[in-house]
């Protein structure tokens, strides 16, 4: 993007240097339509160059969470200078609704506005201090979570590598290096629990302060959940319970037979249950970014540009390492347009998903970067996991550059039906277990532990044997980075999840349509409601238990079609 209203040479470095363009923008007069785009254009080049800022101070320090310095630089953002733009940028918000020409506005700035409104409403004084310690906060679980390794066979190594172990084919070593990585998560359990006691006191006491009787209602509002209710994440929890959990348990019985195990245990739920080795589709990061983008070329030449420019640009951390945070994401940079990938590599297979999901992230953020505001740039959980988890399954139908031989081409394909029929139940467990924290905050340790126990009876597999080790099964939810980093932000992928399958049923019908719907509906940003932009893209905005049947028949039709 290049700048017009931001001086070229701007960095934002204090405060003090950052204050006079916002308050030259609250006290511009807007005495004609023209005057209004130009102020809007101009508040969103401010906000892109800050919100590039706050990226990189977030990406350089999850890139190596053990530098002090890239922590400071990132906390310095979040103490000195987030919390004296939050007035402002209301305040700004309110100069924007109050200006008598907003009602001309094109069509497309609609929901924008919803949004700007939405955000008023919630805006409180003494709230930004509560957000700026729970930020501060947030971030710690990163930290934690990246100075866990292990040492085996003579080598120390992140979570993440070691687990590449529980897919060995020697039964001993899948159970020693399982107890290994669960000793060194419950050496942090007790932090991790108090950390999360301490957030769930924090974000209650910030919906209290907004008039909601607790956090689950004031989040709901707080994301723009605009098309759909509470009670439709309820319907969704039963329909996944009544639809897709029975697949995931019926999957685990048959990988126990052909495993020829009597006691299935935690330890045998990875390893290849035909007895081969486990899939390697590339051997290191360059080998994985040139897959990729051979795999991306034969889908749409476009996609495999976007992730050829991020390479050259050197927006991709893709391997594993110790001081790394956990997980993976895909930054969207809204200065320079071009996107950040950061990811856990070891090699294995879900590392290909990974990349192809941050990717499917990644091309929607080039299909927006001509939008005009930094607003439509930035669509909803909903709409930006449907162009990563589309990705999943469209890139799925070219794997043959990831793996040549055909038997391994079938057991990838058939490894990722089987995330699929396992996604949705994680995903409407981790969701209704957020709705049970927040309704009852002040929960005991042994209670959280309870509720989490009675969710995973009804929407884990009970075909694992868990005797002996409950501990294990009862702080599990510790894994999921998002009840930490951002609550609530996981339904959608169940929502997502649900058209993703649609597309990829579409694609298999008529790839170029489908495409062209999918690229046409990416572009849309966030300029029309999701299930306009789900319609776009020629599928429903639905998850009824109807829809959620006929999806997952559609996928256990396929998986065992291969």
Same mark, same amino acid.
Request: hydrophobic content about 35%; some cysteine; charged content about 30%.
């Given at each position: 993007?290049?700048?017009?209203?931001?001086?070229?040479?701007?960095?934002?470095?204090?405060?003090?240097?950052?204050?006079?363009?916002?308050?030259?923008?609250?006290?511009?007069?807007?005495?004609?339509?023209?005057?209004?785009?130009?102020?809007?254009?101009?508040?969103?080049?401010?906000?892109?160059?800050?919100?590039?800022?706050?990226?990189?101070?977030?990406?350089?320090?999850?890139?190596?969470?053990?530098?002090?310095?890239?922590?400071?630089?990132?906390?310095?953002?979040?103490?000195?200078?987030?919390?004296?733009?939050?007035?402002?940028?209301?305040?700004?918000?309110?100069?924007?609704?109050?200006?008598?020409?907003?009602?001309?506005?094109?069509?497309?700035?609609?929901?924008?506005?919803?949004?700007?409104?939405?955000?008023?409403?919630?805006?409180?004084?003494?709230?930004?201090?509560?957000?700026?310690?729970?930020?501060?906060?947030?971030?710690?679980?990163?930290?934690?979570?990246?100075?866990?390794?292990? #040492?085996?066979?003579?080598?120390?190594?992140?979570?993440? !590598?070691?687990?590449?172990? %529980? +897919?060995? /084919? &020697?039964?001993?070593? =899948?159970?020693?290096?399982?107890?290994?990585?669960?000793?060194?998560?419950?050496?942090?359990?007790?932090?991790?629990?108090?950390?999360?006691?301490?957030?769930?006191?924090?974000?209650?006491?910030?919906?209290?302060?907004?008039?909601?009787?607790?956090?689950?209602?004031?989040?709901?509002?707080?994301?723009?959940?605009?098309?759909?209710?509470?009670?439709?994440?309820?319907?969704?929890?039963?329909?996944?319970?009544?639809?897709?959990?029975?697949?995931?348990?019926?999957?685990?019985?048959?990988?126990?037979?052909?495993?020829?195990?009597?006691?299935?245990?935690?330890?045998?739920?990875?390893?290849?249950?035909?007895?081969?080795?486990?899939?390697?589709?590339?051997?290191?990061?360059?080998?994985?970014?040139?897959?990729?983008?051979?795999?991306?070329? #034969?889908?749409?030449?476009?996609?495999?540009?976007?992730? !050829?420019?991020?390479?050259? %640009? +050197?927006? /991709? &951390?893709?391997?594993? =390492?110790?001081?790394?945070?956990?997980?993976?994401?895909?930054?969207?940079?809204?200065?320079?347009?071009?996107?950040?990938?950061?990811?856990?590599?070891?090699?294995?297979?879900?590392?290909?998903?990974?990349?192809?999901?941050?990717?499917?992230?990644?091309?929607?953020?080039?299909?927006?970067?001509?939008?005009?505001?930094?607003?439509?740039?930035?669509?909803?959980?909903?709409?930006?996991?449907?162009?990563?988890?589309?990705?999943?399954?469209?890139?799925?139908?070219?794997?043959?550059?990831?793996?040549?031989?055909?038997?391994?081409?079938?057991?990838?394909?058939?490894?990722?039906?089987?995330?699929?029929?396992?996604?949705?139940?994680?995903?409407?467990?981790?969701?209704?277990?957020?709705?049970?924290?927040?309704?009852?905050?002040?929960?005991?340790?042994?209670?959280?532990?309870?509720?989490?126990?009675?969710?995973?009876?009804?929407?884990?597999?009970?075909?694992?044997?868990?005797?002996?080790?409950?501990?294990?099964?009862?702080?599990?939810?510790?894994?999921?980075?998002?009840?930490?980093?951002?609550?609530?932000?996981?339904?959608?992928?169940?929502?997502?999840?649900?058209?993703?399958?649609?597309?990829?049923?579409?694609?298999?019908?008529?790839?170029?349509?489908?495409?062209?719907?999918?690229?046409?509906?990416?572009?849309?940003?966030?300029?029309?409601?999701?299930?306009?932009?789900?319609?776009?893209?020629?599928?429903?905005?639905?998850?009824?238990?109807?829809?959620?049947?006929?999806?997952?028949?559609?996928?256990?039709?396929?998986?065992?079609?291969?």
């Amino acid at each position: 993007m290049k700048r017009n209203y931001i001086p070229h040479d701007f960095k934002v470095s204090t405060w003090n240097l950052l204050q006079p363009y916002y308050n030259e923008l609250l006290q511009r007069n807007l005495n004609s339509e023209s005057d209004l785009q130009k102020w809007l254009l101009d508040v969103s080049e401010l906000s892109s160059v800050v919100s590039e800022d706050m990226a990189w101070r977030y990406i350089k320090m999850t890139c190596d969470t053990a530098n002090e310095e890239l922590r400071n630089s990132f906390n310095d953002f979040v103490t000195n200078i987030e919390p004296h733009i939050s007035p402002l940028a209301n305040d700004l918000n309110k100069k924007l609704i109050n200006c008598s020409f907003t009602q001309n506005l094109d069509g497309k700035y609609m929901v924008y506005i919803k949004q700007v409104e939405n955000s008023i409403k919630l805006f409180r004084e003494e709230n930004i201090p509560l957000k700026t310690e729970l930020q501060q906060r947030e971030q710690e679980y990163g930290a934690i979570s990246g100075a866990q390794t292990v #040492k085996y066979k003579e080598e120390e190594m992140t979570l993440q !590598k070691a687990s590449v172990f %529980l +897919k060995n /084919l &020697d039964r001993k070593v =899948r159970e020693e290096v399982y107890y290994i990585i669960s000793e060194r998560r419950a050496k942090d359990e007790d932090v991790l629990n108090y950390l999360f006691t301490k957030l769930i006191h924090l974000r209650h006491k910030l919906a209290l302060n907004t008039g909601f009787a607790n956090y689950r209602d004031f989040k709901h509002q707080e994301l723009g959940r605009f098309d759909y209710s509470v009670q439709d994440c309820l319907n969704f929890h039963e329909a996944v319970k009544l639809h897709a959990v029975p697949l995931l348990r019926e999957h685990d019985l048959i990988r126990k037979e052909k495993l020829q195990l009597n006691d299935y245990r935690p330890w045998d739920t990875a390893v290849d249950d035909e007895g081969k080795e486990p899939l390697k589709p590339f051997s290191n990061a360059n080998e994985l970014i040139e897959k990729t983008i051979s795999c991306f070329n #034969k889908i749409d030449l476009f996609f495999g540009d976007c992730i !050829k420019t991020m390479n050259e %640009l +050197k927006r /991709l &951390d893709l391997e594993s =390492r110790i001081g790394k945070a956990p997980g993976g994401y895909q930054y969207p940079l809204y200065e320079t347009d071009i996107p950040f990938i950061f990811m856990n590599s070891v090699g294995l297979h879900r590392d290909l998903v990974t990349m192809v999901h941050e990717g499917g992230h990644a091309i929607h953020s080039f299909l927006c970067k001509d939008l005009e505001i930094v607003d439509f740039k930035s669509p909803p959980s909903e709409i930006a996991e449907l162009a990563s988890m589309s990705m999943e399954l469209i890139s799925m139908e070219h794997w043959h550059v990831f793996f040549e031989d055909k038997e391994e081409l079938k057991r990838a394909k058939r490894q990722q039906l089987e995330s699929v029929m396992d996604t949705l139940p994680w995903i409407a467990a981790v969701d209704k277990f957020q709705h049970w924290i927040y309704l009852n905050p002040k929960h005991t340790i042994a209670q959280r532990y309870e509720s989490w126990h009675g969710i995973m009876k009804d929407f884990g597999s009970d075909v694992i044997n868990y005797l002996g080790l409950e501990n294990n099964l009862k702080r599990r939810w510790q894994i999921q980075l998002h009840l930490y980093e951002v609550p609530f932000y996981y339904i959608e992928y169940g929502f997502a999840q649900l058209g993703a399958i649609a597309i990829w049923r579409n694609y298999k019908n008529n790839a170029r349509r489908t495409i062209d719907q999918y690229k046409a509906a990416l572009s849309l940003g966030y300029t029309k409601s999701i299930p306009e932009v789900y319609e776009t893209a020629g599928i429903k905005f639905d998850f009824s238990p109807e829809y959620v049947k006929e999806l997952m028949d559609f996928v256990k039709t396929e998986y065992e079609g291969i």
